[in-house]
């Protein structure tokens, strides 16, 4: 509980802070970044901040775990039809008690890195994709705190936007090659469908699942998402401002149960 307590002391107040600064966007393409913000590859450098704490961990039920999330979206203009934008997630990570006599950890877990290959236009039928490489990067401060182990795979990204609608799917797949041969190799999927409506008004209400199986523990994790989101501005920054919560339908042994609650905050940057 004092990792929610912590979350919510320096998260909420920011929150409360920006909503109330009047900095809410009132140009007419605010509701089109918004929707652009749903798009994982969009044409967009982006720095989402996201928080989200579990709790109920470990074989007792009394550990927790706060994870914030940094994960900069930045694309590069490799030419007239082809972007490359990378997906970098680097997570600090607070946990609690997540096994008995395990005591607290905080610092860094591993990174994991996408990079889509996409078209800078959709296909006729109105398709958006992406398609490339995912790394996971032993970066871990605590031997608690990630796998230590280095891993692979490819990675897709299928979508379409349909007037206020934005739905599809973002998927990968890890294999560990290298690290340390005492800790548990990766063979791990991983598939987010992720459903999104975008009002005149910037608000954005989205329908996600972070989903994914162990294939060597054959095991599942199945959180289901729900958030709302509004753009306003600071300054000239657009931000996205974004409150969820999710319920883990599906867990691991010894994982997180029950509810999950998720802060963010997408700072958009210029090109």
Not at 16 to 43: F, M, R, W, Y
Not at 111 to 127: D, H, Q, R, V, Y
Not at 174 to 191: E, H, I, M, P
Not at 204 to 225: A, F, G, K
Request: a negative charge; hydrophobic letters at 45%; proline letters at 7%.
């Amino acid at each position: 509980m004092n990792s929610l307590k912590t979350m919510i002391r320096h998260l909420v107040p920011l929150v409360c802070a920006l909503l109330s600064a009047h900095a809410i966007a009132q140009d007419e393409g605010a509701a089109d970044l918004a929707q652009k913000l749903t798009n994982p590859v969009a044409d967009l450098i982006s720095i989402p901040v996201q928080a989200n704490f579990d709790n109920n961990i470990g074989p007792l039920d009394d550990g927790s775990k706060l994870q914030t999330n940094i994960q900069p979206v930045i694309p590069f203009d490799l030419n007239e039809h082809w972007n490359l934008i990378t997906r970098t997630i680097v997570p600090v990570i607070h946990q609690e008690d997540i096994f008995p006599g395990a005591g607290s950890q905080f610092g860094l877990g591993d990174i994991n890195l996408s990079l889509f290959l996409s078209p800078k236009e959709a296909t006729a039928g109105g398709l958006i994709w992406g398609a490339g490489p995912v790394f996971l990067l032993p970066t871990a401060t605590d031997t608690l705190l990630g796998g230590e182990k280095w891993g692979a795979g490819p990675s897709f990204v299928a979508l379409r936007m349909q007037g206020p609608w934005t739905y599809g799917m973002l998927a990968n797949h890890l294999w560990s090659f290298a690290g340390d041969g005492n800790r548990a190799d990766l063979n791990n999927t991983f598939v987010q469908p992720f459903l999104a409506y975008t009002t005149p008004t910037a608000v954005t209400l989205s329908l996600q699942s972070e989903t994914s199986y162990n294939w060597t523990t054959e095991q599942w994790s199945v959180p289901i998402n729900v958030s709302v989101a509004k753009l306003v501005k600071i300054g000239r920054l657009p931000v996205s401002l974004q409150a969820g919560i999710g319920y883990w339908a599906e867990s691991p042994d010894n994982g997180p149960e029950e509810f999950r609650f998720r802060l963010q905050a997408n700072l958009v940057l210029p090109k």
